[in-house]
């Protein structure tokens, strides 16, 4: 496995890249239009890239509603002359990742014949289809693609989160039989044929980015080639940048004499609220009073029996959590500076979770799970705290203890290791572009 993050970067003015550098971002969706994890940092990083002397880009993203293909044209550009916007004519098919779109073909072959990009860089592989690579390979024979690997879509049909369907229990590997009992409407050769028409279009790729080593080693063990892995984190949202988050760490107050915990991000099942909110009542039960949780997020998209569970939660408290409701992303480095450690509780494995580069960002030591990207992302005792993941009595000790001690949050906001900033990111997207474009033009 590659490891881009180990090698030496160079500052962005000493890369060498090809003349006029040409790369195309592709994203399943639009930061303008959703605020998704994926398409903020393929945005950010294509409006990074068009400041480089030397390079040029254009993005792509999608839309989930679908078009009628009678208007003869489901691309346009609402943003700009180097902004596409792609409305499927057809429902997409998320079981194989097929894009069923009778235009669709044409039209990105038309495209990548006009922009000739040396890269396509596609964040996900969804709403525009595993099928994208070996069309663009057909067009653009010397063009390199490269695609970032977001979730465990390939590997795991239940949302691409690997925990078992019904029980959220933890999943440690997929297999047709187990997938089957997972998805009863599914045959196990349904998802034998899945894993198959799914790796046969992939292997188009030239270069797979894992924003973690665990996810790496997750589709590394599923089939993709470890010689076309490479692992490096994620552009960060422009306005999440180092600077900004001192700034604002400079002009926030006290918290007062109670230790404050905050949850940031969406409120869904799987990112662990059960936990959170179960550990507090241990937590109450236990006559802790100077420990707050601080809620920051919204549930009103989520299932009614959920929504209803979190109200009823929130009432039986003990009032040791404080519910704050949707925040501005934008505003999530200055409500961080209001508590004294941020909790990531999440049951599943998660990624590369951006609560987590804000946390660090902001210099608050990060409370979470024990499990997959989260762990390996927050060394304990340097950057933050780990616990069971999906048990709320370990979570509670934990809490309790920083109760009792909370001068330790002080000692480990000292030792956080700051994530990249954006210039980090940029330069090694763009050695990445470079050596790839190169070999083409050698080959």
């Known amino acids: 496995?590659?490891?881009?993050?180990?090698?030496?970067?160079?500052?962005?003015?000493?890369?060498?890249?090809?003349?006029?550098?040409?790369?195309?971002?592709?994203?399943?969706?639009?930061?303008?239009?959703?605020?998704?994890?994926?398409?903020?940092?393929?945005?950010?990083?294509?409006?990074?890239?068009?400041?480089?002397?030397?390079?040029?880009?254009?993005?792509?993203?999608?839309?989930?509603?679908?078009?009628?293909?009678?208007?003869?044209?489901?691309?346009?550009?609402?943003?700009?002359?180097?902004?596409?916007?792609?409305?499927?004519?057809?429902?997409?098919?998320?079981?194989?990742?097929?894009?069923?779109?009778?235009?669709?073909?044409?039209?990105?072959?038309?495209?990548?014949?006009?922009?000739?990009?040396?890269?396509?860089?596609?964040?996900?592989?969804?709403?525009?289809?595993?099928?994208?690579f070996p069309i663009i390979k057909r067009a653009a024979p010397n063009c390199r693609t490269v695609v970032t690997l977001h979730e465990f879509l390939a590997i795991c049909h239940n949302h691409g989160q690997m925990v078992k369907s019904g029980s959220n229990r933890l999943c440690h590997r997929s297999s047709p039989l187990d997938c089957s009992r997972c998805f009863p409407d599914k045959a196990p050769r349904d998802f034998f044929l899945r894993k198959r028409y799914i790796q046969t279009m992939l292997r188009e790729v030239d270069m797979f980015i894992s924003p973690s080593a665990f996810l790496a080693e997750r589709y590394i063990e599923w089939g993709l080639p470890a010689e076309r892995m490479c692992v490096l984190e994620n552009m960060p949202p422009a306005e999440h940048q180092p600077g900004r988050a001192r700034r604002m760490q400079d002009r926030a107050g006290a918290t007062g004499k109670d230790v404050h915990i905050g949850f940031f991000g969406q409120m869904s099942p799987l990112k662990g609220m059960t936990t959170l909110v179960e550990a507090a009542r241990e937590l109450a039960a236990a006559k802790v009073d100077n420990l707050v949780i601080d809620l920051y997020g919204d549930y009103s998209n989520q299932p009614p029996e959920f929504q209803a569970m979190v109200l009823e939660a929130l009432q039986k408290t003990d009032g040791n959590v404080h519910y704050h409701g949707p925040y501005d992303n934008a505003d999530v480095l200055e409500l961080m500076q209001g508590v004294d450690a941020v909790i990531v509780p999440s049951i599943w494995?998660?990624?590369?979770?951006?609560?987590?580069?804000?946390?660090?960002?902001?210099?608050?030591?990060?409370?979470?799970?024990?499990?997959?990207?989260?762990?390996?992302?927050?060394?304990?005792?340097?950057?933050?705290?780990?616990?069971?993941?999906?048990?709320?009595?370990?979570?509670?000790?934990?809490?309790?203890?920083?109760?009792?001690?909370?001068?330790?949050?002080?000692?480990?906001?000292?030792?956080?290791?700051?994530?990249?900033?954006?210039?980090?990111?940029?330069?090694?997207?763009?050695?990445?572009?470079?050596?790839?474009?190169?070999?083409?033009a050698q080959h």
């Open 1 to 132: 496995m590659t490891m881009l993050s180990a090698l030496r970067r160079p500052r962005l003015a000493e890369v060498q890249t090809p003349r006029d550098l040409r790369v195309l971002i592709m994203s399943h969706s639009d930061p303008r239009l959703t605020r998704g994890g994926a398409e903020i940092s393929a945005g950010a990083l294509c409006r990074g890239l068009a400041g480089i002397a030397g390079v040029k880009t254009w993005f792509m993203g999608c839309t989930n509603t679908t078009s009628s293909a009678r208007l003869g044209a489901n691309v346009t550009q609402p943003f700009g002359a180097r902004d596409f916007l792609y409305q499927p004519a057809a429902p997409f098919e998320h079981f194989k990742f097929a894009n069923r779109d009778p235009l669709y073909p044409q039209m990105l072959e038309d495209l990548i014949t006009e922009i000739a990009p040396d890269v396509v860089h596609a964040h996900h592989y969804t709403v525009f289809g595993v099928e994208t």
């Open 349 to 440: 494995w998660e990624n590369s979770p951006v609560v987590i580069q804000e946390a660090l960002q902001a210099r608050k030591p990060v409370i979470c799970s024990n499990i997959g990207g989260m762990a390996e992302k927050v060394r304990p005792g340097l950057d933050g705290l780990h616990f069971a993941a999906g048990q709320p009595r370990s979570l509670a000790r934990l809490l309790q203890s920083i109760a009792n001690h909370p001068e330790m949050l002080d000692e480990i906001a000292a030792t956080i290791r700051p994530p990249w900033a954006a210039e980090d990111a940029l330069r090694a997207h763009l050695d990445l572009y470079s050596s790839l474009a190169v070999a083409a």
